[in-house]
């Protein structure tokens, strides 16, 4: 295909509201807050940021560049570089492809519980007690029908193309999560125990650093930017020759983390706001209760306590993790579109509603057989697919691509590179340090 019959972001603006609105997500707003609360609060915070620093944001200039320069889906973009060994990139390639697809079946399950808790408080409020009660409870019916709903919306978005779509929403929703964002913020602090929950934020608690923790922080800042699965690359791929790939990197990797800073503001916070109001968040031992269910159990009770206010703050608060659910979700659908597209000439709209189809049935197997797949899934494609693939990504970068072919994509964007400290750090950074820090990251369970 030609690439000009391939989409492309219309501005930068656009581009990093799209690829912010893929980094920012439930790991933003769910798994970054509940780390840092059951991890010394400002200790996890600041090895977060150094891993993001150091780790994830140099990965990320990788992928994009990776993408710029193939112009093409992951299959296509990884064959162009990998000449000699087309077998490699079309199996990493398809690996890739299949880890998206495979965070998106758990991912939507997830969002699906999202949207049943924003719906809950509005059904209450016009009377369906049963149907709001229905959307809250754990159950089959109800995690299939929801799952089936996210599916609907990120299948919509993807069909319309990248500007038309991806684009479009993106621009959209990532303002009114920030607004949204925003409100919450200043309304919680109104509230008693709120302060409680900033100083566990912000002072560290050095007694809980130790190697876990710092691994933990560095799969959680690699799963934050979306990296390793070839979303990032897709992204890339549809940017124009004319950008500067690690300044934007840098405001895209500088949202992700500030927006996962304000998530911890807001549910650290609420936490202790919810203690205050008799919500019982940790047990006896001084252990966080039910971490996993923060989400949904803490904060709904908060809300539930705070009556017709509440209510409200909790619509919001559920429309805002379905916001950044939705811009996540797209950007996985994307991978596997863009490869059916390319690779197999099916048009988009054919292949979103295809591939969203199949991942659906993906998804309700997993919802109908919760217990034994869900956890299985999620912890394969995130605690080992995506670190594993980020080392296959930091090896194209630096031992199979020349030095040479790197520098001139780059320099497009940004053409006195050359003689900055970037680029005298970050190719051998990625080329050394990124594949040995990865593989410490995913052989840390098998220690
Ligand atoms: N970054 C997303 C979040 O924080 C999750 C994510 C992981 C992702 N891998 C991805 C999103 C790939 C898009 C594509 O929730």
Not at 76 to 86: A, M, V
Not at 109 to 120: D, H, N, T
Not at 365 to 371: G, H, K, S, V
Request: neutral net charge; charged residues 10%.
């Amino acid at each position: 295909m030609a690439s000009s019959d391939r989409g492309q972001f219309s501005s930068r603006f656009g581009f990093i509201m799209a690829a912010a609105g893929s980094a920012v997500g439930l790991g933003n707003v769910w798994g970054f807050p509940t780390q840092t609360a059951s991890n010394g609060g400002a200790a996890f915070l600041l090895i977060y940021l150094l891993m993001m620093a150091l780790l994830a944001f140099p990965m990320l200039v990788a992928e994009l560049t990776i993408g710029r320069y193939g112009q093409s889906n992951p299959i296509g973009s990884l064959r162009k570089i990998w000449t000699n060994n087309r077998l490699l990139a079309v199996l990493f390639g398809t690996t890739a492809m299949l880890t998206a697809s495979m965070i998106l079946s758990f991912y939507a399950i997830l969002a699906g519980w999202l949207i049943g808790f924003g719906v809950s408080p509005i059904m209450k409020l016009i009377g369906l007690q049963s149907l709001s009660e229905w959307l809250i409870t754990f159950g089959t019916g109800r995690n299939v029908l929801l799952t089936v709903i996210f599916m609907l919306m990120t299948v919509f978005v993807v069909r319309r193309g990248v500007a038309d779509g991806i684009e479009k929403w993106s621009s959209r929703l990532m303002p009114v999560l920030f607004a949204l964002f925003l409100v919450l913020i200043i309304y919680i602090f109104t509230q008693h125990g709120a302060m409680d929950g900033l100083k566990m934020y912000l002072v560290p608690n050095w007694e809980h650093v130790n190697g876990g923790l710092v691994v933990n922080a560095m799969g959680q800042a690699f799963f934050s930017l979306s990296l390793g699965v070839g979303a990032m690359m897709v992204y890339g791929s549809y940017l124009s020759k004319d950008v500067n790939i690690p300044k934007t990197a840098g405001q895209v990797a500088i949202i992700d983390t500030g927006v996962a800073f304000f998530a911890g503001l807001l549910i650290l916070p609420a936490m202790f706001v919810a203690k205050a109001n008799g919500v019982q968040i940790f047990s006896e031992t001084g252990e966080l209760i039910s971490s996993g269910n923060l989400v949904f159990t803490v904060l709904p009770s908060l809300f539930d306590s705070m009556g017709l206010v509440g209510e409200i703050v909790g619509v919001a608060f559920f429309a805002l993790m379905v916001i950044a659910a939705l811009t996540s979700s797209i950007a996985m659908l994307e991978v596997p579109v863009s490869c059916l597209q390319e690779e197999m000439k099916i048009k988009r709209e054919k292949s979103a509603i295809i591939l969203g189809l199949v991942i659906l049935v993906f998804s309700v197997l997993i919802a109908a057989n919760f217990d034994t797949l869900f956890d299985w899934v999620a912890t394969a494609s995130t605690m080992y697919m995506q670190p594993l693939l980020g080392v296959v990504w930091a090896i194209v970068i630096g031992w199979v691509w020349s030095r040479n072919a790197l520098l001139k994509e780059i320099q497009q964007g940004y053409p006195e590179i050359e003689k900055t400290w970037f680029w005298r750090i970050w190719p051998i950074y990625v080329k050394v340090v990124c594949p040995i820090a990865i593989i410490m990251v995913f052989a840390y369970p098998f220690l």
